[in-house]
């Protein structure tokens, strides 16, 4: 009988692993070394150590890296990239900089294509959809030929106003698989972004082309392996918009998996914030690696309809995450007299000095071990061990040249990274208009409760909320989501000229698709269900905001356009400070998203405390300048109701959480560890 629904987190460092048990109703969480050469491994080693037959598993989704990884890395398949002739350079020409205007170090980011591996293809589709210039298909043969004597590994096909009428990307691509074979790479742009802009349209095509032979190796690589081992169940991943959907559909579409890792602590904040009732929450996932930022804004997650991955963008449904490189890897040195933290990480292999795996140089978990804020015992779950001795070596060779101790080494190490991720939740909260002193702050991944109460004291944050299992808790939240399907249409109307019904009936289309889509998925007609936006913007403006619809119907209402204009100018005056009631609006794009509801685990009960006594030890931990005897508790003997006050280290096998002085500890009636200062109100 299958009875574990499974969620796996890879990351740089470890692979997390959440089972949820149907019949006995309770989570169960571990970790396992990330394998960079091939990550299968790491995900089948994870995944047996908390499940002994696949064949027991009636759910399995994951988040995926690969894409990422062979972004960031330049590691994906060289692409040939057609263009409608004529115009075959906005990839290159790509975009000036409007908020960099005057920078005089303003660099454009280097293109995945270079320009020799840029062709123009006859042909011509018209703004209305119309064809002017039928497709050059001897062109396209011809392109074929350029494929295999380069020995590329994909093509990108962006025509002008595909997303009017995709005839000619569409025989383009049939022609290219009839010369390169039904399994070659071939990314069309209307598929990959269905939206105007053709620079962003095409390098979204770009970036799929570029990894998505990768990412499809590698599902392939995984589902045959899971297979083998007796998993009965369709293998899901995250996308980037925060749901899921099989792989399967991810081989299609391997530009949604792209940012699949992340976005689970988003979705684990939105589930949250339902279950506390606090509407807004800054989450911070720091792992081995990288620190995450993700928000959660009147109990939903801050979804944008397009992002930009080192200055290349893409157009599609992504959860806001602002990354940088602070991770509990990140490595310390010295450069022009000052001390540099991250973003360069020791990763997995070597890793930190005191994983005793090689690595020398020091990092910021070697300075929390230092410093006696780790179990270097209990490391991990107890998978390691870690060597002080190493730790403090590396921590003391750098801190020969600055003239400092090893402790005041080791703090400043951690004060420096926490400076660098004060920073990050700043650019997604400040710049934006979003006082980060309203929400609460929300501290996950293995290494973010470590630093989470240091970083809400330097932003004027009052709440910190530890959930459990707060090193997976990235995975624990994959298991909360839903199959997810976007769509969007071009829709180019002055508010004056709009026809409401005509709108509506576009909508339904697109529900109907979107509905059809999920049923091929499997889910259930009971479970199916959509929701619409559509994009807004003040006449002659140039840029949207997504303002989202009651439903389909709505348009036909003989108010719609003015109920349209007041939401878009509540949430123009909350982007920008201002706004221009009454001025002509412009509808531009029309969105869809089909939902299909795969079930929630039911929330785990959590035992409640018959009085404030718990087991706990006392050692010295370095806060402040200064040692300090500290409690050291462990997570599984705080039950609900229990409080206590800092100087304070909480230990558990995902994480371990630093309570500086001046602050309290509640555990609340769902086990998360909420951390308050001591006079906050």
Not at 118 to 133: C, H, K, N, Y
Not at 506 to 524: I, N, Y
Request: glycine share 12%; with cysteine; proline share 6%.
């Amino acid at each position: 009988m299958t009875r574990y629904r499974v969620s796996m987190d890879i990351g740089g460092t470890f692979t997390d692993v959440v089972t949820y048990d149907d019949v006995a109703g309770v989570f169960a969480a571990t970790k396992a070394s990330t394998t960079p050469g091939n990550l299968s491994e790491g995900v089948l080693a994870g995944l047996d150590s908390v499940v002994e037959q696949p064949s027991d598993i009636d759910f399995l989704v994951h988040g995926t890296t690969q894409g990422l990884n062979a972004f960031l890395e330049r590691r994906g398949v060289p692409v040939l990239l057609l263009g409608t002739a004529g115009v075959e350079d906005s990839y290159h020409i790509a975009r000036g900089p409007r908020t960099r205007l005057y920078d005089l170090h303003y660099r454009k980011p280097t293109p995945l294509v270079p320009r020799r591996d840029v062709l123009g293809i006859g042909g011509r589709i018209a703004a209305d959809g119309g064809e002017l210039e039928p497709l050059d298909e001897d062109a396209v043969r011809a392109a074929a030929g350029t494929v295999r004597e380069r020995g590329l590994g994909a093509v990108a096909i962006a025509f002008l106003f595909s997303y009017k009428n995709p005839a000619h990307e569409l025989r383009a691509r049939d022609i290219l698989l009839e010369e390169l074979g039904d399994g070659f790479t071939v990314s069309v742009s209307h598929e990959a972004a269905k939206e105007w802009r053709e620079y962003e349209r095409t390098s979204s095509a770009v970036i799929e082309a570029y990894t998505g032979p990768v990412v499809r190796s590698y599902l392939e690589d995984l589902e045959k392996r899971l297979a083998d081992r007796g998993l009965a169940v369709p293998l899901h991943v995250m996308q980037s918009s925060g749901g899921v959907l099989t792989a399967e559909s991810a081989r299609r579409r391997p530009l949604q998996t792209l940012l699949s890792g992340p976005v689970g602590g988003a979705i684990a904040c939105a589930e949250l914030s339902r279950r506390t009732g606090r509407p807004h929450l800054i989450g911070v996932d720091m792992g081995g690696t990288s620190f995450d930022v993700s928000l959660v804004v009147e109990g939903e997650p801050d979804v944008s309809a397009e992002a930009k991955l080192e200055g290349l963008p893409m157009l599609m449904s992504i959860v806001n995450i602002h990354t940088v490189g602070a991770g509990g890897g990140s490595v310390a040195w010295a450069e022009a007299g000052g001390l540099r933290v991250g973003p360069r990480s020791a990763g997995a292999r070597p890793g930190p000095a005191c994983y005793g795996r090689g690595g020398t140089e020091p990092t910021v978990t070697d300075a929390n071990l230092l410093l006696g804020r780790i179990d270097p015992k209990g490391f991990a779950g107890g998978q390691m061990t870690l060597d002080v001795g190493a730790a403090e070596a590396a921590v003391t060779e750098l801190a020969a040249e600055f003239g400092l101790s090893p402790l005041g080494m080791a703090e400043g190490i951690c004060d420096v990274a926490n400076s660098t991720m004060a920073q990050a939740i700043r650019t997604i909260t400040v710049s934006r208009g979003i006082d980060p002193r309203e929400s609460a702050l929300v501290a996950f991944g293995g290494a973010g409760p470590m630093h989470a109460v240091f970083l809400a004291r330097e932003l004027g944050i009052v709440e910190t909320i530890v959930p459990s299992f707060p090193g997976t808790f990235s995975a624990w939240g994959m298991l909360q989501t839903r199959i997810r399907q976007d769509y969007t249409e071009p829709y180019f109307f002055l508010d004056d000229d709009l026809d409401g019904a005509d709108m509506s009936a576009a909508l339904h289309r697109m529900e109907a698709v979107g509905l059809d889509a999920l049923a091929h998925e499997g889910v259930s007609d009971d479970a199916r269900g959509a929701t619409h936006a559509v994009d807004v913007r003040y006449a002659a403006q140039e840029y949207t905001l997504t303002v989202p619809l009651r439903d389909a119907d709505e348009p036909t209402d003989p108010g719609f356009v003015t109920a349209v204009a007041e939401r878009f100018a509540e949430l123009h005056e909350s982007r920008y400070g201002h706004a221009n009631l009454g001025a002509p609006v412009e509808f531009v794009t029309l969105r869809t998203t089909a939902f299909g509801d795969l079930g929630r685990p039911a929330p785990q009960r959590w035992p409640v405390a018959d009085s404030q006594t718990f087991p706990y030890e006392v050692r010295e931990v370095v806060c402040g300048g200064e040692g300090r005897d500290t409690m050291v508790v462990r997570r599984d003997d705080l039950l609900v109701g229990h409080t206590f006050a800092g100087p304070a280290v909480v230990v558990e096998d995902t994480a371990t959480t630093v309570v500086p002085p001046g602050y309290t500890v509640t555990v609340d009636d769902i086990g998360s560890l909420v951390i308050r200062e001591k006079d906050a109100k």
